[in-house]
């Protein structure tokens, strides 16, 4: 049964530093996957990730893959307010039942 | 493309009550997912479909069924709702495949049980 770990829970951090949300998850996967949600509203899909050693980057956001380490991370670069949400991370299989399994999220707040 | 539609966005149910939230999809999209996300938790898998007339349990399945008769169409039903259904809950359907990937919701129904 696939397992995603995420950490931290919870995050705050001033506008302009750097963090990164880890993910991590428990056998094999073949996709990895980044959500953006806004309170109240749906998932916003940020990245896939499909193979060992992508990295993908949107704006202040870059995503990255590990598969030997089953480790994916989120990295902020130079926070903006307009960040603050809830990131998941998700994972699914290509073979058998493909189904998408979350992590519990890492709220993120940018302060002023 | 309307994508996934879910509907109602929002319904108070009495304990006991029953009800079936709607979902559809016009992608032609042979995967679809009911989720559930409780407040200030990741979403956790209720039921899901591979194609027409094919359904299988998630994580979460008790106090839930499902039918799916149609490609286009994923409704599930609370038969005697309870307070601990109360939950915001996202429909999602994919095209997975060779060389497919990806998925896309809906907009969410929030539910209330009282």
């Known amino acids: 049964e696939l397992k995603v770990e995420q950490n931290p829970l919870f995050l705050s951090m001033q506008e302009g530093k750097n963090y990164t949300i880890y993910c991590n998850y428990s056998?094999?996967?073949?996709?990895l996957y980044w959500y953006r949600q806004d309170p109240g509203k749906s998932l916003e899909s940020l990245f896939v990730?499909?193979?060992?050693?992508a990295v993908k980057q949107e704006g202040r956001l870059m995503a990255s893959l590990d598969t030997k380490a089953r480790l994916s991370t989120l990295h902020i670069t130079a926070a903006v307010h307009d960040l603050s949400a809830t990131y998941f991370c998700?994972?699914?299989?290509?073979?058998?039942?493909?189904?998408?399994?979350f992590g519990t999220g890492t709220r993120l707040t940018i302060i002023p | 493309n309307a994508g996934v539609t879910q509907t109602p966005k929002f319904r108070i149910l009495k304990i006991g009550q029953s009800m079936t939230l709607q979902c559809a999809q016009d992608?032609?999209?042979?995967?679809m997912y009911w989720y559930r996300q409780d407040p200030g938790m990741g979403l956790k898998l209720i039921y899901y479909?591979?194609?027409?007339?094919?359904?299988d349990k998630g994580e979460v399945p008790n106090g839930y069924n499902v039918s799916r008769s149609t490609t286009e169409d994923f409704p599930l039903r609370l038969e005697l709702a309870a307070p601990s259904q109360t939950s915001v809950y996202f429909c999602?359907?994919?095209?997975?495949?060779?060389?497919?990937?990806?998925?896309?919701f809906g907009s969410g129904t929030r539910l209330t049980v009282v």
């Open positions: 992608m032609n999209h042979n995967y």
């Open positions: 990730l499909l193979s060992n050693g």
């Open positions: 479909s591979v194609g027409a007339g094919i359904t």
């Open positions: 998700a994972a699914d299989r290509r073979e058998g039942n493909e189904k998408l399994t």
């Open positions: 056998t094999t996967s073949d996709r």
């Open positions: 999602a359907s994919s095209k997975l495949g060779v060389g497919n990937y990806g998925y896309t």
